[in-house]
C-alpha cells in the first residue's frame, strides 16, 4: 500500500493506494498548521481504512513547487517514515499531480497553484499520446503576467481565488477555465503517479530528495 502526502500549499491532501483502489482519501484546507495537522491526520487517515502503519510498502510525496514551509513539513515527515521503517520512496511534482487529473485536450494546459504574494506558480503541458506532459520550464507570475502570456486558446486549471477566476473568465476564447472540482488537487492522482514510478522500479534517495522553490521570475529547468 502506497500513502501520498502533499503539502505544497495550504491545501493539504492524502491518500492510501494498493494499486487498484483508492483505500482513502482526504483533502483540507490548513492555516499554515501543517506542523501540528500531518501526522495526526495520517493516524486518523490509517485507522479509518483499517491498517496501520506496517502495511505500509512505499511513500509518494509532492515535491512542489509550492510553499517552503508546507514542503518542508511534508518531505521531512515522509522521510522520517520511510527511514525508519526502511520504504521506499517516490517524489512527484506538484503540478503533475494536478495535471494528470484533466481532460485531454488539443490545446495546450497551464496548471497553476498558489506561490505567495499573490502569485501563480505555472506549469505548461502539452497532450502527447493521450497523456499530458510538461512542455515548457514552471515560472512564477503575476495573474496578469500569465494572462499576457496567453495569446491562443488555452485550458487553465489549479488553485485560484475568486478574483482571478473572474479576471480569467472574462478572457474568453483564449482561456477555458477549468471548474472548481478540476482545479482541487487529488493526491489519489498523486498517488497513481508514484505507485507507477515505483512498479517501473524508480524511485528516490530520501536522504537526498529535496522540494522545488520557486522565486519570483526564476524559471525551473524543464
Not at 490509517?46 to 511534508?74: C, E, M, Y
Not at 521531512?76 to 517516490?90: D, E, I, S, T, Y
Amino acid at each position: 500500500m502506497l500513502l501520498a502526502i502533499d503539502t505544497s500549499t495550504r491545501s493539504v491532501g492524502l491518500a492510501l493506494f494498493n494499486g487498484f483502489q483508492v483505500i482513502y482519501e482526504a483533502v483540507w484546507s490548513s492555516r499554515d498548521f501543517h506542523t501540528v495537522e500531518l501526522a495526526p491526520a495520517i493516524a486518523a487517515a490509517l485507522k479509518k481504512s483499517n491498517h496501520t502503519i506496517a502495511d505500509l510498502a512505499v511513500l509518494g510525496v509532492a515535491t512542489g513547487p509550492g510553499s517552503f514551509t508546507g514542503l518542508r513539513i511534508g518531505l521531512a515527515l515522509a522521510k522520517g517514515v520511510a527511514l525508519a521503517r526502511k520504504l521506499p520512496m517516490v517524489g512527484i511534482p506538484t503540478l503533475d499531480s494536478l495535471a494528470v487529473a484533466q481532460p485531454i485536450s488539443s490545446m495546450p494546459m497551464a496548471a497553476v497553484l498558489r506561490a505567495g504574494r499573490g502569485r501563480l506558480a505555472v506549469g505548461w503541458y502539452q497532450a502527447v499520446n493521450n497523456t499530458w506532459q510538461s512542455g515548457r520550464p514552471v515560472e512564477v507570475l503575476t495573474p496578469q503576467e500569465l494572462l499576457k502570456q496567453i495569446q491562443n486558446p488555452t485550458y487553465l486549471c489549479g488553485e485560484l481565488t475568486e478574483e482571478e477566476r473572474a479576471l480569467f473568465s472574462k478572457n474568453l476564447p483564449n482561456i477555458f477555465l477549468a471548474s472548481t472540482a478540476h482545479s482541487l488537487r487529488r493526491p489519489s492522482f498523486l498517488a497513481e503517479l508514484a505507485w507507477q514510478r515505483w512498479k517501473a522500479g524508480q524511485q528516490d534517495d530520501p536522504a537526498t530528495l529535496a522540494p522545488i522553490y520557486l522565486h519570483y521570475n526564476d524559471p525551473v529547468p524543464g
